[in-house]
């Protein structure tokens, strides 16, 4: 049997014996102030005085012990008015956070705010959100949960991850140019993404990952992580695309391109608005142009005003012809009407055919979002003269307004989950891996659904919105820090070599915290599922 062999996560093999290891490394000086704390929660390994926090702020030394300063975040289907939010857990330090008060004289004698013959094991979930990390990859998570649903035993593994292979995919509701595909994306000068493709009425940006966090400046990377933090507990960001737009954007609400909010997404392109609409403008317009930077829509060429046997008008569009009633390119990108760079729809017409159009011929313009509409009519020279629009083809522009849902931002994290993740379920990863492809495990960020990627590996992606505030951190290596959960039966846990002798009972966790001491949460908060997000428990993982 070879080296390779031995370590290559096929099931069945003899483990070799395991040697005993320290809850915490032996400091690396040995020359630090007895009175200091190494950390060692990431890579970074602060040096902590008595009553300081160390360079993440999320680990400090309490009395000569290392605590995490936030409370891990528990979810409850419900959550009765008046009930103590933040419960310390019994025979733990105080945090030393301000912001997160707790008694620290009543210490052990505090009762957690819950009975145990009234609370159901079915509607507690403990939550990655502040609840430590595996880092050095060797210990198990710091929560290994047992639990019952519907009378089957459970297993919930939980851990704050450090990722560096991560990203945020950001889609932007929006018909406005924001930049040319692949530009960079900047925050504070420094270079943190880029353009990506432009989706059905949205453009998409993908910001952070690996690249931008070590591959390259240091300032670069520390701008990176800070963005990446902001932008992961729904907090506006600033950024500027290099030949484009500044943007602010903030997750679940409207963009902000170069100082004006965005109120609409589009309905469809212009050809899709040419097609859902004709109906409605036939007996009421003569011609309508539905202009957009993608497919600008001509009626009476468009098969819609074919199939409703339209009197063609005689309209000469510039751009280029895909299909009849449809063009491309009929102005360059940009912030004006449909998302071109045109302030007068009438630029995008070259001329009319003498022979096919006639005064009088009534001509509708409207972007995709109904925001720009103007009626002409054609005099007796073929021009078009602007004139009141009459109240029944508002009506219609309104509806295409109606039709368009309003523009948010949405802010989805990418990431994968390596090593210190899957070691501290098992110790051997791959078994984790295969599980939750044959979709045994389902994984949870913050308790938020989280969609495995296809292929090799576990690259989950969720929707921030739906995750506790505030559910990311930093370590100044740099690397982004996040809630990460695996649930599954108790016996699919034990066959895949999970950490079964670190498994404790949902009263145990409520009563006590995470199974170790160092770098533990002190108290736990409560908060309620939110009420889009499926129970995690006992649910399929999101594969793909």
Same mark, same amino acid.
């Given at each position: 049997?070879?080296?390779?062999?031995?370590?290559?996560?096929?099931?069945?093999?003899? %483990?070799?014996?395991?040697?005993? +290891?320290?809850?915490?490394?032996?400091?690396?000086?040995? /020359?630090?102030?007895?009175?200091?704390?190494?950390?060692?929660?990431?890579?970074?390994?602060?040096?902590?005085?008595?009553?300081?926090?160390?360079?993440?702020? /999320?680990?400090?030394?309490? %009395?000569?012990?290392?605590? /995490?300063?936030?409370?891990?975040?528990?979810?409850?289907?419900?959550?009765?008015?008046?009930?103590?939010?933040?419960?310390?857990?019994?025979?733990?330090?105080?945090?030393?956070?301000?912001?997160?008060?707790?008694?620290?004289?009543?210490?052990?004698?505090?009762?957690?705010?819950?009975?145990?013959?009234?609370?159901?094991?079915?509607?507690?979930?403990?939550?990655?959100?502040?609840?430590?990390?595996?880092?050095?990859?060797?210990?198990?998570?710091?929560?290994?949960?047992?639990?019952?649903?519907?009378?089957?035993?459970? &297993?919930?593994?939980?851990?704050?991850?450090?990722?560096?292979?991560?990203?945020?995919?950001?889609?932007?509701?929006?018909? /406005?140019?924001?930049?040319?595909?692949?530009?960079?994306?900047?925050?504070?000068?420094? &270079? !943190?993404?880029?353009?990506?493709?432009?989706?059905?009425?949205?453009?998409?940006?993908?910001?952070?990952?690996?690249?931008?966090?070590?591959?390259?400046?240091?300032?670069?990377?520390?701008?990176?992580?800070?963005?990446?933090?902001?932008?992961?507990?729904?907090?506006? +960001?600033?950024?500027?695309?290099?030949?484009?737009?500044?943007?602010?954007?903030?997750?679940?609400?409207?963009?902000? !391109?170069?100082?004006?909010?965005?109120?609409?997404? $589009?309905?469809?392109?212009?050809?899709?608005?040419?097609?859902?609409?004709?109906?409605?403008?036939?007996?009421?317009?003569?011609?309508? &142009?539905? !202009?957009?930077?993608?497919?600008?829509?001509?009626?009476?060429?468009?098969?819609?005003?074919?199939?409703?046997?339209?009197?063609?008008?005689?309209?000469?569009?510039?751009? $280029?012809?895909?299909?009849?009633?449809?063009?491309?390119?009929?102005?360059?990108?940009?912030?004006?009407?449909?998302?071109?760079?045109?302030?007068?729809?009438?630029?995008?017409?070259?001329?009319?055919?003498?022979?096919?159009?006639?005064?009088?011929?009534?001509?509708?313009?409207?972007?995709?979002?109904?925001?720009?509409?103007?009626?002409?009519?054609?005099?007796?020279?073929?021009?078009?003269?602007?004139?009141?629009?009459?109240?029944? &083809?508002?009506?219609?522009?309104? $509806?295409?307004?109606?039709?368009?849902?309003?523009?948010?931002?949405?802010?989805?994290?990418?990431?994968?989950?390596?090593?210190?993740?899957?070691?501290?379920?098992?110790?051997?990863?791959?078994?984790?891996?295969?599980?939750?492809?044959?979709?045994?495990?389902?994984?949870?960020?913050?308790?938020?659904?989280?969609? !495995?990627?296809?292929?090799?590996?576990?690259?989950?992606?969720?929707?921030?919105?739906?995750?506790?505030?505030?559910?990311?951190?930093? +370590?100044?290596?740099?690397?982004?820090?996040?809630?990460?959960?695996?649930?599954?039966? $108790?016996?699919?846990?034990?066959?895949?070599?999970?950490?079964?002798?670190?498994?404790?009972?949902?009263?145990?966790?409520?009563?006590?915290?995470?199974?170790?001491?160092?770098?533990?949460?002190?108290?736990?908060?409560?908060?309620?599922?939110?009420?889009?997000?499926?129970?995690?428990?006992?649910?399929?993982?999101?594969?793909?």
């Amino acid at each position: 049997m070879t080296e390779h062999t031995k370590t290559d996560g096929l099931p069945g093999m003899d %483990a070799p014996d395991l040697p005993q +290891v320290l809850e915490r490394a032996r400091p690396r000086n040995e /020359r630090m102030n007895a009175a200091k704390v190494e950390c060692n929660a990431c890579p970074v390994l602060c040096q902590i005085s008595e009553g300081r926090a160390g360079a993440c702020d /999320r680990y400090a030394n309490h %009395a000569g012990v290392l605590v /995490r300063v936030d409370p891990v975040v528990l979810l409850r289907k419900t959550l009765e008015d008046g009930e103590a939010a933040l419960v310390p857990f019994a025979g733990r330090a105080a945090p030393v956070d301000a912001d997160t008060p707790v008694d620290v004289a009543a210490g052990a004698a505090v009762q957690p705010a819950w009975s145990g013959d009234l609370l159901l094991t079915e509607e507690v979930f403990v939550t990655g959100v502040g609840s430590s990390t595996t880092y050095p990859d060797y210990k198990p998570a710091p929560f290994i949960v047992g639990s019952k649903v519907d009378g089957v035993d459970m &297993v919930t593994v939980v851990t704050e991850g450090i990722f560096s292979y991560c990203s945020f995919k950001v889609k932007i509701d929006t018909d /406005r140019f924001l930049g040319p595909e692949q530009a960079n994306v900047r925050c504070k000068g420094e &270079v !943190v993404g880029h353009v990506t493709t432009a989706e059905y009425g949205s453009q998409m940006l993908s910001l952070g990952g690996v690249h931008h966090l070590t591959g390259g400046s240091k300032k670069e990377g520390r701008i990176a992580n800070e963005m990446m933090q902001l932008l992961g507990n729904k907090q506006a +960001v600033e950024l500027t695309i290099d030949g484009g737009s500044q943007l602010v954007i903030q997750a679940g609400q409207a963009p902000i !391109v170069n100082g004006v909010a965005e109120r609409r997404m $589009r309905v469809g392109c212009g050809s899709a608005a040419i097609g859902i609409f004709a109906r409605q403008f036939f007996g009421q317009a003569d011609e309508v &142009v539905v !202009v957009d930077d993608h497919i600008t829509g001509v009626l009476t060429e468009h098969q819609a005003g074919r199939c409703l046997d339209m009197k063609p008008s005689g309209i000469q569009m510039r751009g $280029r012809k895909s299909t009849p009633g449809r063009y491309f390119q009929v102005a360059n990108p940009g912030t004006g009407w449909g998302g071109t760079d045109i302030a007068d729809p009438l630029s995008i017409i070259e001329g009319w055919d003498a022979s096919v159009a006639w005064p009088g011929l009534r001509l509708l313009m409207t972007s995709t979002t109904g925001e720009h509409a103007s009626w002409y009519v054609l005099d007796e020279s073929l021009v078009p003269v602007e004139a009141e629009m009459p109240e029944a &083809v508002r009506r219609i522009v309104d $509806r295409i307004g109606e039709n368009c849902e309003p523009s948010l931002t949405s802010v989805l994290f990418l990431g994968g989950a390596g090593g210190s993740l899957r070691a501290g379920v098992t110790e051997n990863p791959v078994l984790l891996t295969r599980s939750i492809k044959n979709a045994l495990v389902n994984v949870t960020c913050g308790g938020a659904p989280a969609y !495995v990627w296809p292929g090799g590996g576990i690259t989950v992606m969720a929707d921030v919105l739906r995750m506790p505030d505030n559910s990311f951190g930093t +370590v100044p290596t740099p690397a982004i820090v996040a809630p990460i959960e695996f649930s599954m039966r $108790r016996s699919d846990f034990e066959a895949l070599g999970g950490h079964g002798e670190q498994i404790r009972s949902l009263r145990e966790v409520l009563e006590h915290g995470a199974w170790h001491n160092d770098g533990a949460p002190q108290a736990l908060s409560w908060q309620a599922l939110p009420a889009g997000n499926p129970w995690p428990l006992g649910r399929p993982p999101l594969l793909g």
